[in-house]
């Protein structure tokens, strides 16, 4: 079991910036990890993916030139860099890792099974 734990969120204005970060607690996190959000009222979608070993990213086309995933695994984190953001980026975001890193990345919700508590990100316009 992996317990992961988002950081990072809070209130920026519109066209700025925040990084967010997802670590696990009493484990090392070793799989392909994921970025997800979700709006009042809106279905989850994804945002960005990366592989475990950090070679391979994916990114939802909303979100493409504006935000960022890497991971750093001596630290045990997978950070997700938010930039010119916008009020259409307001939602709780969420990291969730594969049980293990078989396949592709990917950015269906359903590849992954362990996921964080989530983190708001609001942003004013």
């Known amino acids: 079991q992996v317990q992961l734990a988002e950081s990072g969120g809070g209130l920026v204005q519109a066209g700025g910036s925040l990084r967010l970060s997802c670590a696990p607690s009493?484990?090392?996190?070793?799989?392909?990890v994921g970025w997800f959000r979700q709006a009042p009222g809106k279905d989850r979608e994804a945002v960005a993916a990366?592989?475990?070993?950090?070679?391979?990213?994916k990114y939802a086309d909303s979100v493409k030139g504006r935000f960022t995933i890497f991971r750093d695994n001596v630290k045990n984190t997978v950070y997700l860099q938010m930039g010119s953001l916008g009020p259409e980026d307001t939602a709780v975001y969420y990291c969730?890792?594969?049980?293990?890193?078989?396949?592709?990345?990917?950015?269906?919700?359903?590849?992954?099974?362990?996921w964080g508590q989530g983190t708001q990100v609001t942003v004013s316009s």
């Open positions: 009493g484990s090392t996190l070793s799989s392909d």
């Open positions: 969730a890792a594969k049980m293990a890193s078989a396949g592709s990345i990917t950015l269906d919700s359903r590849a992954y099974a362990y």
């Open positions: 990366i592989r475990w070993d950090g070679a391979r990213t």
